[in-house]
T-cell receptor, first 110, second 114 residues
């Protein structure tokens, strides 16, 4: 009965690889987000989708590509991973009101 | 652009005492939401309390309450009867009603001293 789920929870990979993180929500929310939390714990919005449509696209390198096959899913694909991409990535969903967060994916790029 | 500022990177409080975490924000909008989230070492983001800007009454959830000063753009969190389990990072967040953007402060790490 998990509200917002992400897979995988941990991801360790080499520089230059391509990886994906999947997110699913069963709350019936229209809006989904990706946030990046860096080593200093700062949470920065990356993308926002509303009912499968891209609404917010912050200044994120185009190596990051979100994809929303339906309003319950928002995946994040990252090409050519760099050391600086190491962080925790959170998926979240919301209606008007507070976002509900997934457990986060800790990405480590070696 | 909206901003959220948490001026206390770290705070400590004795168990059973009361502590207040500060948050200020900047916006030109009149209708918005404000939230406090707790992030324990498990890294899960947990909603602590929410406030809608049009409501004058301060929100309360058990031992957690806010002091919402709309004119001053201030939204502080008070934790009463602090418990060891309250030790965590606390984030203040702003959500515009106009768009879906949610902005977080840089967080305050709260230590509870036994």
């Amino acid at each position: 009965d998990t509200a917002v789920s992400q897979t995988p929870k941990y991801l360790v990979t080499q520089m230059g690889n391509d990886k994906s993180i999947k997110c699913e929500q069963n709350l019936g929310h229209d809006t989904m987000y990706w946030y990046k939390q860096d080593s200093k714990k700062f949470l920065k919005i990356m993308f926002s989708y509303n009912n499968k449509e891209l609404i917010i696209n912050e200044t994120v390198p185009n190596r990051f590509s979100p994809k929303s096959p339906d309003k319950a899913h928002l995946n994040l694909h990252i090409n050519s991973l760099e050391l600086g991409d190491s962080a925790v990535y959170f998926c979240a969903s919301s209606q008007p009101g507070p976002p509900f967060f997934g457990p986060g994916t800790r990405l480590t790029v070696l | 652009a909206q901003t959220v500022t948490q001026s206390q990177p770290e705070m400590s409080v004795q168990e059973a005492e009361t502590v207040t975490l500060s948050c200020t924000y900047d916006t030109s909008e009149s209708d918005y939401y404000l939230f406090w989230y707790k992030q324990p070492p498990s890294r899960q983001m947990i909603l602590v309390i929410r406030q809608e800007a049009y409501k004058q009454q301060n929100a309360t959830e058990n031992r957690f309450s806010v002091n919402f000063q709309k004119a001053a753009k201030s939204f502080s969190l008070k934790i009463s009867d602090s418990q060891l389990g309250d030790a965590a990072m606390y984030f203040c967040a702003y959500r515009s009603r106009r768009d879906d953007k949610i902005i977080f402060g840089k967080g305050t790490r709260l230590h509870i001293l036994p």
